[in-house]
């Protein structure tokens, strides 16, 4: 399947794998790349410049595909040595990177002049423009479904891609309840040029994460997720357990006296206790509505060949049986 993706990406099939925090891990990027999608190594899992560096080569010895890196953007103090990263990223030949977070225009000439394109992941319509604006080469149109920060307008992808397939230039793919071939005919019809997936690809095997998260998965329902921090206006969409719990009341006992300290146990630091080691209930980790079209952990490769062949036979069967009628 062509795309304006495919072809700004040089890949085959138009499926990205999302940078995800103690996800995204050389193993995962590298069995998406292989199997014709794009994946993604997060920048910031990766605790310095140097280790990045060392997982791109890691990366690289697993596939001669392209994949890429996520760089996150944190409004934080004692910021990250972002000038070392982009340079492990140039270094390491990365021709792809996922930026999130704070406008990235700042690092946009060095990746550019790199011969690097960038996609930015937006949560409206007002942002992906702003996005297209500074020169981004394209975005990832986030909706309210999707696991993460799913911004503060609530607005489905329903309404959300379409809206951004009418202002945009810049191709974009959908992101937020993507997990089969149903999800990326839907993202093509409403003006999509593919889809990017987190959760669903967490629930693989080659996810490099504890089982128990992979089961948590499948177990889900769509109506498990939870949406914390919104006092705060920093909103993240999470699986819900014990310490989402305890956040949340939290939340509705402090009210708008609620800050960031008074949460710290239940979000900083958890996701290497939770990803790694399968302490299920240490933390709030993110977690998209799509759980509830997961029910099973296939291969990468078993998951995206699905996927592509449901597509075709949607288009090719039951789209076009409409079409004759």
């Known amino acids: 399947m062509k795309t304006r993706i495919t072809e700004l990406f040089g890949i085959q099939h138009p499926i990205i794998q999302g940078g995800m925090h103690y996800v995204g891990f050389a193993e995962l990027a590298a069995a998406v790349s292989n199997a014709g999608g794009l994946g993604i190594i997060t920048g910031l899992t990766q605790r310095t410049p140097e280790l990045l560096a060392n997982e791109i080569k ?26 070392g990263y982009i340079r492990a990223i140039i270094d390491g030949g990365i021709k792809a990177v996922e930026t999130a977070g704070n406008n990235p225009q700042k690092w946009l000439p060095a990746l550019h002049e790199a011969g690097i394109k960038v996609i930015h992941k937006c949560t409206s319509v007002r942002h992906s423009l702003k996005a297209q604006s ?27 891609l379409p809206r951004a397939a009418d202002e945009l230039k810049i191709p974009f793919v959908a992101s937020g309840g993507m997990a089969d071939g149903r999800s990326l005919v839907a993202a093509l019809a409403l003006g999509a040029e593919g889809m990017n997936m987190g959760t669903r690809f967490i629930a693989t095997q080659e996810a490099p994460v504890h089982d128990a998260v992979k089961q948590a998965i499948v177990a889900a329902s769509e109506l498990d997720t939870r949406l914390v921090m919104r006092p705060l206006r920093n909103t993240e969409r999470v699986l819900n357990n014990a310490a989402v719990e305890r956040l949340l009341a939290k939340e509705r006992e402090l009210g708008a006296q609620l800050k960031f300290e008074d949460i710290i146990d239940e979000v900083a630091g958890v996701y290497p206790k939770i990803m790694l080691e399968g302490a299920m209930d240490a933390g709030a980790w993110s977690c998209g509505m799509v759980a509830g079209l997961i029910h099973d952990v296939p291969t990468v490769k078993q998951l995206i060949d699905r996927i592509m062949a449901e597509a075709e036979a949607t288009i090719g069967q039951r789209l076009r049986g409409f079409a004759a009628g």
């Open 58 to 83: 890691r990366c690289r010895a697993m596939t001669d595909k392209p994949f890429g890196v996520n760089l996150t953007f944190l409004p934080t103090v004692a910021s990250p040595d972002y000038p």
């Open 134 to 160: 500074i020169g981004c080469d394209a975005v990832s149109v986030d909706g309210f479904e999707c696991g993460g920060h799913p911004g503060e307008d609530d607005v489905p992808n329903f309404i959300l």
